[in-house]
Protein backbone atom coordinates (compact mmCIF):
# COMPACT_ATOMS: atom_id res chain seq x y z
CA UNK A 1 0.00 0.00 0.00
CA UNK A 2 1.82 3.24 -0.96
CA UNK A 3 0.35 6.05 1.68
CA UNK A 4 1.85 8.90 1.72
CA UNK A 5 -0.10 9.90 5.26
CA UNK A 6 2.34 11.01 7.99
CA UNK A 7 -0.75 11.43 10.39
CA UNK A 8 -1.56 7.46 11.15
CA UNK A 9 0.35 8.37 14.56
CA UNK A 10 -2.50 10.93 15.65
CA UNK A 11 -5.02 7.61 15.16
CA UNK A 12 -6.15 6.86 18.54
CA UNK A 13 -8.49 4.65 19.92
CA UNK A 14 -11.31 7.23 20.45
CA UNK A 15 -14.68 6.93 22.16
CA UNK A 16 -17.32 8.78 20.03
CA UNK A 17 -18.40 11.79 21.61
CA UNK A 18 -21.99 11.22 20.35
CA UNK A 19 -24.67 8.77 18.63
CA UNK A 20 -25.02 11.84 16.25
CA UNK A 21 -23.41 14.82 14.80
CA UNK A 22 -23.18 16.64 18.18
CA UNK A 23 -23.27 20.15 16.56
CA UNK A 24 -25.94 19.18 14.52
CA UNK A 25 -28.24 17.66 17.89
CA UNK A 26 -27.25 21.02 19.74
CA UNK A 27 -28.17 23.24 16.58
CA UNK A 28 -31.08 21.21 15.63
CA UNK A 29 -30.02 20.78 11.73
CA UNK A 30 -29.74 17.28 9.90
CA UNK A 31 -27.20 15.32 8.43
CA UNK A 32 -26.44 12.83 5.55
CA UNK A 33 -23.90 10.65 6.74
CA UNK A 34 -21.48 10.86 10.09
CA UNK A 35 -17.54 10.92 10.75
CA UNK A 36 -15.79 10.65 14.04
CA UNK A 37 -11.91 12.32 14.18
CA UNK A 38 -10.03 9.84 15.28
CA UNK A 39 -7.50 11.79 17.17
CA UNK A 40 -10.88 12.92 20.05
CA UNK A 41 -13.44 11.27 18.94
CA UNK A 42 -15.49 14.43 18.10
CA UNK A 43 -18.48 13.06 15.42
CA UNK A 44 -19.40 15.20 12.76
CA UNK A 45 -21.28 15.20 9.57
CA UNK A 46 -20.06 14.64 6.05
CA UNK A 47 -19.38 17.03 3.49
CA UNK A 48 -22.59 16.02 2.00
CA UNK A 49 -24.55 17.12 5.04
CA UNK A 50 -25.81 20.73 5.13
CA UNK A 51 -23.70 22.08 7.99
CA UNK A 52 -20.29 19.85 7.01
CA UNK A 53 -19.45 19.76 10.89
CA UNK A 54 -16.79 17.08 10.17
CA UNK A 55 -14.49 19.50 7.86
CA UNK A 56 -15.44 22.75 10.15
CA UNK A 57 -13.99 20.26 12.97
CA UNK A 58 -11.08 19.74 11.25
CA UNK A 59 -10.64 23.62 10.53
CA UNK A 60 -10.89 24.46 14.06
CA UNK A 61 -9.15 21.60 15.74
CA UNK A 62 -6.31 20.96 13.01
CA UNK A 63 -6.91 17.32 13.68
CA UNK A 64 -6.28 15.53 10.42
CA UNK A 65 -8.04 12.05 10.08
CA UNK A 66 -11.53 11.43 10.26
CA UNK A 67 -12.82 7.81 9.72
CA UNK A 68 -16.41 7.26 8.55
CA UNK A 69 -18.83 6.45 11.68
CA UNK A 70 -21.47 4.28 9.12
CA UNK A 71 -21.79 0.43 10.02
CA UNK A 72 -19.79 -1.81 7.76
CA UNK A 73 -17.45 1.11 6.59
CA UNK A 74 -13.38 1.18 7.47
CA UNK A 75 -12.19 4.09 5.42
CA UNK A 76 -10.84 7.03 6.88
CA UNK A 77 -9.66 10.42 5.02
CA UNK A 78 -6.83 12.74 6.13
CA UNK A 79 -7.85 16.18 5.31
CA UNK A 80 -3.92 17.50 5.35
CA UNK A 81 -2.45 14.46 2.24
CA UNK A 82 -6.31 14.24 0.90
CA UNK A 83 -5.79 10.94 1.18
CA UNK A 84 -8.23 7.95 1.46
CA UNK A 85 -6.93 5.37 4.11
CA UNK A 86 -8.62 1.68 3.56
CA UNK A 87 -9.21 -0.70 6.18
CA UNK A 88 -9.00 1.67 9.16
CA UNK A 89 -9.65 0.14 12.40
CA UNK A 90 -12.05 2.41 14.94
CA UNK A 91 -15.11 2.70 16.25
CA UNK A 92 -18.62 1.92 14.03
CA UNK A 93 -21.67 3.07 15.11
CA UNK A 94 -23.83 -0.12 16.19
CA UNK A 95 -27.22 -0.28 17.02
CA UNK A 96 -27.89 3.62 17.12
CA UNK A 97 -29.12 4.40 20.57
CA UNK A 98 -31.73 7.36 18.85
CA UNK A 99 -33.90 9.24 21.09
CA UNK A 100 -37.65 9.14 20.38
CA UNK A 101 -37.81 11.80 18.22
CA UNK A 102 -35.37 10.74 15.91
CA UNK A 103 -35.64 11.56 12.11
CA UNK A 104 -35.62 8.63 9.64
CA UNK A 105 -32.28 7.02 8.85
CA UNK A 106 -29.76 8.24 6.52
CA UNK A 107 -29.66 5.87 4.22
ZN1 LIG B 1 -1.99 12.55 6.61
ZN1 LIG C 1 -23.42 18.31 11.71
ZN1 LIG D 1 -10.97 15.97 16.77
Known sequence: MDTTCKHRSEVHAVTPSSWGCEDCLRAGTSWVHLR????????GCCDSSPQTHATKHFRATGHPIIRSYEPGETWAWCY???LLLEGVPGPTRGTPKRPSVSKSPAL
Not at 36 to 43: I, P, R, S
Open 80 to 82: IDQ
Open 36 to 43: VCLTCGHV
